[in-house]
Nanobody, 114 residues
Framework: QVQLVESGGGLVQPGGSLRLSCEAS????????MAWYRQAPGKQRALVAR???????NYADSVKGRFTISRDNAKNTLYLQMNSLKPEDTAVYYC????????WGQGTQVTVSS
């Protein structure tokens, strides 16, 4: 079992920034890939960003140039730096690790509103 605890969500004005964190209960250094997903009301959960073992990343088109995914293996923590936030970024953000059938965190709410 892998437990994932997300933090860092909240209410922010358009154009603002937030950094999400996801701390894992296991060593992440050998995990092939980790990712952030989000789910807005009435929509399906969708990939936001993914980072692979060697550091390669990919992003949803809607967040390219604004969001940055990173991982700190020493802290067993995954991050998502979100800049230039827009109202359409409002969603619950989930951390995912690709072990077995996959594990999910409980989610953290991000609300972008003036």
């Amino acid at each position: 079992q892998v437990q994932l605890v997300e933090s860092g969500g909240g209410l922010v004005q358009p154009g603002g920034s937030l950094r999400l964190s996801c701390e894992a209960s296991t060593r992440i250094s050998s995990i092939y890939a980790m990712a952030w997903y989000r789910q807005a009301p009435g929509k399906q959960r969708a990939l936001v960003a993914r980072i692979r073992f060697g550091g390669g990343t990919n992003y949803a088109d809607s967040v390219k140039g604004r969001f940055t995914i990173s991982r700190d293996n020493a802290k067993n923590t995954l991050y998502l730096q979100m800049n230039s936030l827009k109202p359409e970024d409002t969603a619950v953000y989930y951390c995912n690790v690709e072990i077995g059938n996959g594990y999910w965190g409980q989610g953290t709410q991000v609300t972008v509103s003036s």
